[in-house]
């Protein structure tokens, strides 16, 4: 059977993961969209604590804690990313842990011992790397004007995005082995899709949707 494959989309907030995540799973033979926070009960939590919605009573070890809610819910997506590549389909994904890296780390939690547990669940089969991993590179500034009707999130403020942004920019030295590749995120909708597509096939070997 056709091994499926675990694209991953990432980006600061407004980059255009969503809007080209649904016209790239269009475009690959049975592919399932999904993104982290996912839908769990630990995912909404984690949506609500985004949008301010809920908070924890006091801030001792906020990054620690949202890292290890963020890889509860990982892990539970994870079993689902599983259950589809197994039966052949591919997973295209908007975030994965390297948001973790990004986000977290820019709010103070380590980010070797961050890639240690990520390592570690590896290691245990609980989660995996992806096949590729796609960052929508877009200056704050920009991604701030795009997102400014909707609700603004924890993290939506160009200070806050900036080293987001500086760390989505050394991503490769934090997972040297990983299939890590950035698109310019200022491309209009067209050519951004048909741009993250070509990078798609010319890494991982993926079925066309006729
Ligand atoms: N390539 C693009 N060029 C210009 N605007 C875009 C592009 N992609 C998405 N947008 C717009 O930017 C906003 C944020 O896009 P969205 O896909 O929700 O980003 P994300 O999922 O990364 O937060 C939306 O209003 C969307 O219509
Ligand atoms: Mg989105």
Known sequence: MRIGKYIVLEGIDGSGKSTVGKKIAGRIYQCVLTCEPTETEIGKLLQQKLVGYYDFDNKIAEAERDFALFTADRIEHHQRIKEELKVGNCVLS???YYSSIAYQGVDGADI???IQTIDYLKSINLIRAPDVAI??????EEAIKRIEERTR????????LNKVCKIYDELESYFPKENIRHVDGTLNPTALENTIMDVIKSNVEIVEQS
């Open 94 to 96: 908007s975030r994965s």
């Open 112 to 114: 070797p011992r961050m």
């Open 135 to 140: 960052v929508i590179d877009l200056p704050p």
């Open 153 to 160: 999130q924890k993290f939506e403020n160009v200070e806050t």
